[in-house]
């Protein structure tokens, strides 16, 4: 003799709402994991723009990914290559933060920097996860040809 699983439709219909529940919820708590790292990556990223601000190479080069750190010889050579190559990060007037995205592990922000002769630009950072923290492993900026008020 076979026992049915569900013997009845209220059963069924309870079934079908608590998994529901249960999906709806695990999609919650995703969204509020997301959140938390992108808030997270944020921060880092203004840690670094303040550690730039302040000239301290120690404080801005420990928070680049490893591959960046190999690039580089020590935390100075990391300053020199920033303050030559990516001035308005190095050195910004104001910068704000018009994107962030999630995708495949990794956590992109776009920020709209203003250097201090006025000039607005685009930078994108990337950032992965090394051994459990946040690191930044590139950014690219483009000048937005336009001037800021």
């Known amino acids: 003799m076979s026992v049915p699983l569900i013997n009845n439709m209220s059963q069924y219909k309870f079934i079908i709402t608590l998994c529901t529940i249960l999906f709806v919820h695990s999609l919650s708590k995703a969204e509020n994991v997301i959140e938390q790292e992108l808030f997270e990556t944020e921060n880092i990223i203004k840690s670094q723009i303040q ?3 302040d000239k301290d190479a120690e404080e801005a080069f420990s ?8 690039r580089f010889n020590n935390p100075d ?8 190559y ?24 776009q920020l709209q920097i203003v ?8 930078a994108t950072y990337s950032l992965i996860k090394d051994n ?16 800021s008020i």
């Open 51 to 53: 550690a730039f601000i």
């Open 132 to 147: 459990n923290e946040w690191k930044i492993s590139g950014c690219a900026v483009y000048a937005m040809q336009q001037e």
């Open 63 to 70: 928070y680049a990914a490893p591959m960046i750190k190999l």
């Open 115 to 122: 250097s201090q002769s006025n000039i607005s630009y685009l």
């Open 77 to 84: 050579d990391f300053m020199r290559m920033v303050q030559n």
């Open 86 to 109: 990516y001035e308005p990060v190095y050195n910004p007037k104001q910068y704000y933060f018009i994107n962030s995205k999630y995708f495949e592990g990794s956590v992109y922000h």
